[in-house]
């Protein structure tokens, strides 16, 4: 069981952000595109936070052009470029599912201060 744990550290990143469900984040991906390399940010709401250690992923959600994106980030994954929190959100449960139902200023989070 130490191997795998021996493992798994070294491939986790060593300072990660707070974030939790509710916050508003923008996350930077490394993106390849043939022979070229881009970074690529995908701004939105923490909706989920499934998993721990080097399987953990964020679901992260945002509405473009009046139509839900989600998308799912392993957060230790190595085409992850950076995650910053850009507003923290108050709520008040672990899942944030119900966002999916609801359009306008109903799908706000309010901002914890």
């Given amino acids: 069981m130490d191997l795998i744990k021996t493992l798994t550290q070294q491939y986790m990143k060593p300072e990660l952000p707070a974030m939790n469900v509710g916050d508003t984040v923008r996350v930077t991906v490394r993106v390849v595109e ?3 390399t881009r970074t690529q940010a995908f ?3 923490i909706i ?6 080097i399987n953990e ?13 989600e998308k799912v980030f392993p957060v230790h994954s ?5 995650v910053e929190t850009l507003r923290r959100g108050k ?3 672990a899942k944030l599912y119900y ?3 609801r359009v306008g ?3 706000k989070v309010k901002e914890r201060l």
């Fill in 78 to 82: 190595p085409t992850i470029v950076s």
């Fill in 48 to 53: 989920a936070k499934k998993h721990g250690g």
């Fill in 34 to 36: 043939g022979a070229r």
């Fill in 91 to 93: 709520v008040r449960r």
């Fill in 105 to 107: 200023k109903k799908a």
């Fill in 57 to 69: 992923t964020i679901t992260v959600r945002r509405i473009s052009y009046n139509v839900g994106c």
């Fill in 99 to 101: 966002l999916r139902d």
């Fill in 43 to 45: 701004d939105g709401t």
